[in-house]
């Protein structure tokens, strides 16, 4: 069981930036793939950016070269750096950790951006 803890979100003003941070339980060396999800009010969850264990990355349309995922294999800990934000990107943010034989999920943490 894989426990993750996310942090790092918070209120902003459109065009500010924020970092989420995820740390796992256990070390990443072991999780395939490390994602970003979002979740905004009646919509569905969505994948907006993913990380392997390789270092490749692959991002949503709509977050593309504004956010970026990266890991810190000796932290347990993967980043969403956030730039440009948008009242759009206004979501619960979770982070989830791919083992490819199960899949864990973090609490979520709240991301606001005003107008």
């Known amino acids: 069981q894989v426990q993750l803890v996310e942090s790092g979100g918070g209120f902003v003003q459109a065009g500010g930036s924020l970092r989420l941070s995820c740390v796992a339980s256990?070390?990443?060396?072991?999780?395939?793939?490390m994602g970003w999800y979002r979740q905004g009010p009646g919509e569905q969850r969505e994948l907006i950016a993913r990380i392997t264990s390789g270092g490749k990355t692959n991002y949503a349309d709509s977050v593309k070269g504004r956010f970026t995922i990266s890991r810190d294999n000796a932290k347990n800990t993967a980043y969403l750096q956030m730039n440009s934000l948008k009242p759009e990107d206004t979501a619960v943010y979770f982070c989830n950790a791919d083992k490819g034989w199960a899949i864990y999920w973090g609490q979520g943490t709240q991301v606001t951006v005003s107008s």
């Open positions: 256990e070390s990443l060396f072991s999780i395939n793939v």
